[in-house]
């Protein structure tokens, strides 16, 4: 391995330092995008029986609010059980932007570094040509420089291809899970307001 980036040069350093935060980035957001821990199986149901049952506490509410990023939702909606439907729509909506905010957390830097690896890759394929340019001498080439060149070009762009294909399915694949677990958020917070306003049982 050590082999490897001795011949490919200096710019395969900025592309290792990349595929590192995009490995820690990809391992942080499996860990953080579960379903299970996002959206608890059976909140909706527990939170609606307590609150028939002892009604909004502070006390109730803040542990809701700790049990996971559905609860803070409904938190947001609990505070303001005994205003109207409309305000208590409101306080879960700007609640539920600030949730969405938190899961799509370094989704911007993953998608910048499945951008950018290529673009890295070409950096160090032209600082090989130039190497290969350098090597063409009028007394004749020099191999060892030229093939150090072709080393250069080829691992850079191999490399960054291989950062940037995994980085950009994961990057969407992340996309589409905050948009899925958003969409059931918000169907679970309109049950919960009409359940309370006496629409729904």
């Given amino acids: 391995m050590f082999a490897i980036i001795q011949a490919a040069g200096w710019p395969i ?20 995008l579960r379903r299970s821990k996002i959206l608890p199986d059976g909140l909706l149901e527990k939170v609606v029986v307590e609150l028939r049952q002892g009604g909004a506490t502070p006390e109730m509410i803040n542990r809701v609010a700790l049990s996971s990023p559905l609860g803070r939702v409904f938190a947001a909606g609990l505070r303001n059980v ?14 539920g932007r600030a949730v969405t905010h938190d899961l799509e957390r370094f989704l911007t830097t993953l ?8 673009l890295m890759g070409l950096f160090g394929t032209i600082v090989g040509m130039i190497e290969i340019f350098g090597s063409q ?3 004749g080439s020099n191999p060892q420089q030229l093939a150090q060149g072709i080393s250069i070009a080829l691992y850079n762009t191999g490399f960054g291809l291989v950062i940037a294909i995994p980085s950009m399915i994961f990057w969407r694949h992340f996309r589409a899970t905050v948009d899925s677990l958003v969409i059931d958020m918000e169907q679970q917070a309109i049950r919960l307001v009409e359940m309370i306003h006496g629409e729904r049982r």
């Fill in 13 to 32: 350093w900025p592309l290792l330092f990349a595929s590192i935060v995009a490995v820690a980035l990809i391992i942080e957001r499996l860990i953080t």
């Fill in 82 to 95: 005994r205003s109207t439907r409309e305000v208590m729509k409101e306080s879960i909506e700007e609640t």
């Fill in 111 to 118: 998608g910048t570094i499945a951008s950018i690896s290529p």
């Fill in 137 to 139: 001498a009028p007394g």
